[in-house]
């Protein structure tokens, strides 16, 4: 087996937020920025950025042979996990999906949805820039639709930086369009 430097990965990816739907930035500009009029930057991020793809299966089989003869996909879950490191209302906002800002002179002010269960969520969709192999190439990952799924802890301690932890989960968009893309640059 041969390992080649150039093709090992290491270091964090910046993490963009965007409305579902938000217009994304062609395959050949995997390279550039995402354009701030449809992608905000979260800011820093601490314990990395993870991508999970889990999927189900469900075997097939007969009678007449001992081996499973095939499977079927039956279900996949896209989650996207990273620990806000800016603390602030904007992000609080995105990792409870939403609710009702409000700013004056000297204060900003956040309540989180309290609207009754049957209410649509607002989906968003989430770019992340990192890493790829090659170098100094990149790769983005796009989840076009999500929705922060997980419980969201703030937390003050003496010797702890705040965080805000946050679990997305991916979610189908159509039959024409797949819930995540995932591009790296080559050249």
Aim: hydrophobic content about 35%.
């Amino acid at each position: 087996m041969s390992v080649t430097a150039t093709n090992l990965v290491q270091g964090p990816a910046t993490l963009y937020t965007g409305a579902f739907g938000a217009t994304e930035p062609a395959d050949s500009v995997v390279n550039t920025t995402p354009p701030a009029s449809s992608w905000t930057d979260v800011g820093g991020t601490q314990d990395g950025f993870k991508l999970t793809v889990d999927q189900s299966y469900t075997e097939l089989e007969v009678d007449q042979v001992v081996d499973r003869v095939g499977s079927r996909l039956t279900k996949r879950d896209f989650t996207v996990e990273t620990s806000m490191a800016e603390p602030t209302l904007a992000n609080l906002s995105l990792a409870l999906n939403g609710g009702t800002s409000a700013s004056g002179a000297g204060y900003a002010s956040f309540e989180p949805s309290f609207a009754s269960s049957a209410t649509q969520p607002t989906y968003k969709a989430l770019l992340a820039d990192g890493w790829a192999p090659g170098g100094t190439f990149t790769r983005r990952m796009i989840v076009r639709k999500a929705l922060s799924t997980d419980a969201v802890e703030i937390g003050y301690t003496k010797d702890k930086q705040t965080l805000f932890g946050v679990k997305f989960s991916g979610h189908y968009v159509s039959s024409s369009i797949s819930p995540i893309h995932i591009v790296d640059q080559t050249t």
